[in-house]
């Protein structure tokens, strides 16, 4: 049973700096690809940053250059480091991970005020 548990989400002003966290447990066969996405309601879930099992990394262009995602293996846990928060960053940040099936995380929610 693999289990993704997101944390460090809250309310921010705008400016400001949030780090989240995604605990993984479990059994994963071999990880193609980690990501953060974000959702918003009424509104489809976008992907904000992706890593892949080789360690290379994308971002939505909304955030390239305020936002980091990074991985510890040891720890089994992926970061996204928000930077230069801006108010349309708000909305629930989802923690995915890819082997030969996508797990996700019940999500975070991320607020940032102006």
């Known amino acids: 049973q693999v289990q993704l548990v997101e944390s460090g989400g809250g309310l921010v002003q705008a400016g400001g700096s949030l780090r989240l966290s995604c605990a993984v447990s479990?059994?994963?066969?071999?990880?193609?690809?980690m990501g953060w996405y974000r959702q918003v309601p009424g509104k489809q879930r976008e992907l904000v940053a992706i890593?892949?099992?080789?360690?290379?990394?994308n971002y939505a262009d909304s955030v390239k250059g305020r936002f980091t995602i990074s991985r510890d293996n040891a720890k089994n846990t992926l970061y996204l480091q928000m930077n230069s928060l801006k108010p349309e960053d708000t909305g629930g940040y989802y923690c995915?991970?890819?082997?030969?099936?996508?797990?996700w995380g019940q999500g975070t929610q991320v607020t940032v005020s102006s």
């Open positions: 995915m991970v890819g082997d030969m099936q996508v797990y």
């Open positions: 479990g059994s994963i066969f071999s990880i193609n690809a």
């Open positions: 890593i892949t099992g080789g360690g290379s990394t």
